[in-house]
């Protein structure tokens, strides 16, 4: 239950977190069908960094960390192959067109 006391953040991405006292609770934003763009600049950012997708599906872990499946609008050149779908952690994207 949310009352005046809790505020709302709204994140870059992926999620919506309301604070009330010491606890946090945060939603996924990103919905299937948005388009996304990759933004982490970790280990996959060699080959992912700024690319686009659409979001395909979206699961979650023991923990409620949410997971997207994603399509690439072009392939991507991933080693010696192409990928056309990934799975990474919603936290890698910020979406850029929402489908509502």
């Known amino acids: 239950m949310i009352n005046e006391s809790m505020r709302v953040y709204k994140t870059i991405f992926p999620m919506d977190c309301i604070v009330n006292g010491s606890s946090i609770f945060c939603e996924l934003i990103v ?9 982490d600049e970790g280990t996959y950012s060699k080959w992912f960094f ?10 979650y872990d023991a923990c409620g960390k949410g997971y997207c ?5 072009w392939p991507v050149k991933y080693f010696q192959q192409m990928a056309t779908i990934s799975d990474f952690s919603a936290d890698k994207f910020e979406v850029c067109n929402e489908s509502r």
């Open 31 to 39: 919905k299937v069908g948005d388009l996304v763009r990759f933004i």
């Open 69 to 73: 499946r994603v399509k690439w609008l």
């Open 50 to 59: 700024s690319r686009y997708a659409r979001v395909e599906s979206i699961t």
